[in-house]
Nanobody, 121 residues
Framework: QVQLVESGGGSVQAGGSRRISCKLSGDTWSVCRVGWVRQGSGKGHEVIGDIAREGAAAPNYADSVKGRFTISQDLAKNLLHLQMNSLMSGDTAIYTC?????????????WGQGTQVTVSA
């Protein structure tokens, strides 16, 4: 099993920045890909980006956040970060980190509890 715990959520003004993080623990060796998913009020889940745990491949990003959000990780500390810049009210959502088991073609098998990010005008 893998546990994911997010931190760093809160309120930020439009145009501002926020960094949220996710701590992985447990059988982290079984995870090959990690990412961030968000859900705004009345909206469905949106995968905003993901990254391989190993290797030099660049992260993937949803068009809605490309150029504004950056995913990074600290493998030694089992941390996943999401740097969010130029925030807009439409970015208000619960942000959840997720992990995919090695050998799985898609989807995420492990999920955190989520952290709320609220962008005010």
């Amino acid at each position: 099993q893998v546990q994911l715990v997010e931190s760093g959520g809160g309120s930020v003004q439009a145009g501002g920045s926020r960094r949220i993080s996710c701590k992985l623990s447990g059988d982290t060796w079984s995870v090959c890909r990690v990412g961030w998913v968000r859900q705004g009020s009345g909206k469905g889940h949106e995968v905003i980006g993901d990254i391989a745990r190993e290797g030099a491949a660049a992260p993937n990003y949803a068009d809605s956040v490309k150029g504004r959000f950056t995913i990074s990780q600290d493998l030694a500390k089992n941390l996943l970060h999401l740097q969010m810049n130029s925030l807009m009210s439409g970015d208000t959502a619960i942000y959840t980190c997720a992990a995919r088991r090695c050998g799985r073609p898609d989807g995420f098998q492990y999920w955190g509890q989520g952290t709320q990010v609220t962008v005010s005008a």
